[in-house]
Antibody
Framework: EVQLVESGGGLVQPGRSMKLSCAAS????????MAWVRQAPKKGLEWVAY????????YYRDPVKGRFTISRDNAKSTLYLQMDSLRSEDTATYYCTTGRGGYWGQGVMVTVSS | DIQMTQSPSSLPASLGDRVTITCRASQDIGNYLRWFQQKPGKSPRLMIYGATNLANGVPSRFSGSRSGSDYSLTINSLESEDMAIYYCLQHNEYPWTFGGGTKLELK
């Protein structure tokens, strides 16, 4: 059974950093591109970033470029999202997904507020 | 960025109805279009991939189609478990973009 389990969310002040993790199991993690998708409270889905199966290629939406970094550790079957210079508009539930949304984690809430 | 214009934003319907939700792409996306279902408090679930292909475990009353730049999700014979918000996603070009969502609710 495919499982994606996010962790690392919580309350953070504007301008500070936070790192999300997503532990994967039930499939060969190193064969799959992975992505982060977020959802602000009561809003729609928003794609954030994508990383290729080997970490060699990464892509971001413009508002997070230069602030967020997606990475992976295939030996640990874990996906990461390093979020720096956080803003209030980054407040959302962050979902880890396999490449194009075949499987989703349960989501982790990130609240950026003073 | 490619804009995905999804309509309607809200769709009241009755059990047993046939309903259709549409996404219009602002540029060519080929068949790189997926549909997701999201129920309250839950993670999204993949329903359709490649514009027309049913994902694993999805009931056959769901179907996807394409006409030019318009992509549609149709649900035949609506059931209570289908009440949810539906989103389309284009993944032809970065940044990937979702439609605004359609809330399917009981009339």
């Amino acid at each position: 059974e495919v499982q994606l389990v996010e962790s690392g969310g919580g309350l953070v002040q504007p301008g500070r950093s936070m790192k999300l993790s997503c532990a994967a199991s039930g499939f060969t993690f190193s064969n799959y591109g992975m992505a982060w998708v977020r959802q602000a409270p009561k809003k729609g889905l928003e794609w954030v970033a994508y990383i290729s199966y080997d970490g060699g290629s990464t892509y971001y939406r413009d508002p997070v470029k230069g602030r967020f970094t997606i990475s992976r550790d295939n030996a640990k079957s874990t996906l990461y999202l390093q979020m720096d210079s956080l803003r209030s508009e980054d407040t959302a539930t962050y979902y880890c997904t396999t490449g194009r949304g075949g499987y989703w984690g349960q989501g982790v809430m990130v609240t950026v507020s003073s | 960025d490619i804009q995905m214009t999804q309509s309607p934003s809200s769709l009241p319907a009755s059990l047993g109805d046939r309903v259709t939700i549409t996404c219009r792409a602002s540029q060519d996306i080929g068949n790189y279009l997926r549909w997701f279902q999201q129920k309250p408090g839950k993670s999204p679930r993949l329903m359709i991939y490649g514009a027309t292909n049913l994902a694993n475990g999805v009931p056959s009353r769901f179907s996807g189609s394409r006409s030019g730049s318009d992509y549609s999700l149709t649900i035949n014979s609506l059931e209570s478990e289908d009440m949810a918000i539906y989103y389309c996603l284009q993944h032809n070009e970065y940044p990937w973009t979702f439609g605004g969502g359609t809330k399917l609710e009981l009339k």
